[in-house]
């Protein structure tokens, strides 16, 4: 399995991926065939599921928001679990606009399972 931080860094790139197909592989080599994804009262079970959220956000917040996610570097693994921090910045900035946290469960290949994802309020945004 890869470590923690490189799970969570190729998480968050998937999130700002451009291209359609690399994306859609990219789900692919992430995520189980029936891997789930929770925020808030939203869920995603399956490639086209997990595919039509990341897409749904990659549009809203990446494509016409001008922002961009990445991995904040404090990904931790504990037996099947990995966790992580991520922000949104704007593209050409390193001001953080929005921060989240990932609780994943992971198989023995290190693919995910279930994925909740919490969006924090700005308050709790880690210094």
């Known amino acids: 399995m890869e470590s923690a931080q490189r799970l969570a860094d190729r998480y968050a790139a998937v999130w700002n991926e451009p291209d359609p197909e690399r994306r859609r592989r990219t789900i692919a080599e992430l995520w189980t065939p029936d891997g789930r994804h929770y925020v808030n009262t939203r869920e995603a079970i ?16 990446v494509r016409d928001g001008g922002h961009r ?36 469960i992971v198989n023995d290949e290190g693919r995910i399972l279930v994925d909740y994802q919490f969006v924090l309020p700005r308050a709790a945004v880690p210094a």
């Open 46 to 61: 399956g490639y086209a599921a997990l595919e039509q959220r990341i897409t749904g956000s990659h549009e809203k917040n």
């Open 69 to 104: 996610f990445r991995a904040v570097q404090d990904a931790r693994a504990l037996h099947d679990a990995v966790t992580f921090h991520w922000e949104m910045l704007p593209a050409e900035s390193e001001r953080v606009v929005a921060t989240g946290f990932e609780f994943l």
